[in-house]
Structure formats: structure tokens, C-alpha cells
Nanobody, 115 residues
């Protein structure tokens, strides 16, 4: 069974920073592309960032220059460092990866940015 566990969300003031973590259990992520998405209730899921191997990254235009994705294969973990947070970044953030066992999602972590 593949399990993705996100953490690090919380309440932060606009302009602040948070670092999200996603630790994967059940598979090794050495060769996996790891994605971050976000979705607020009633809204469509939105791509945020991806990181492939070794560390090629891709970002949504809305977060470029503010968010940084990185990975630690030894810890089977990826991180999303978020700076200069805005109220519109308020969402539930999910990590995702495809594996031989299918499309795998975490439970999400809530990020709330107060203005």
C-alpha cells in the first residue's frame, strides 16, 4: 500500500512563509515525479509544482518566484517551501505521485493565509 503523508500547513499572515512536507511510504520515490496540487472547497484542483529526478522543477505561474519544491530521496520526502504567501494561496495542499500501484494522493494539509 502506498501512503503519502503531508504536514506543515497552518495559519499564517499574508507575506509569511510555510514549509510543507510530504513523506511517502510503500514505494521509493527516487525515480518518481512528485507533484503538489491545491484545492479549496468548491473549486477545481490546481497544479502548483512538480519536481522530477534529479531535481528539475516546474511551477504554476501563480506561484513562480515564491514557492520552491525540493526533494530528499534518502528521506523519501519532498518539500514545498512557500514564501510571500497571499490570501489567494489559502487552500488544501496535496502531494501526488504515480507508481506501479496507481495514482497516489495524500490526505492534504490546510494552508490558511490571513490578510
Amino acid at each position: 500500500q502506498v501512503q503519502l503523508v503531508e504536514s506543515g500547513g497552518g495559519l499564517v499572515q499574508a507575506g509569511g512563509s510555510l514549509r510543507l512536507s510530504c513523506t511517502v511510504f510503500g514505494i521509493l520515490i527516487n525515480d518518481n515525479v512528485m507533484d503538489w496540487y491545491r484545492r479549496a472547497p468548491g473549486k477545481q484542483r490546481e497544479f502548483v509544482a512538480s519536481i522530477s529526478t534529479p531535481s528539475t522543477t516546474n511551477y504554476a505561474d501563480s506561484v513562480k518566484g515564491r514557492f520552491t519544491a525540493c526533494r530528499g530521496n534518502a528521506k523519501n520526502t519532498v518539500w514545498l517551501q512557500m514564501h510571500s504567501l497571499k490570501s489567494e494561496d489559502t487552500d488544501v495542499y496535496y502531494c501526488n505521485t504515480w507508481s506501479a500501484k496507481g495514482d497516489n494522493w495524500g490526505q492534504g494539509t490546510q494552508v490558511t493565509v490571513s490578510s
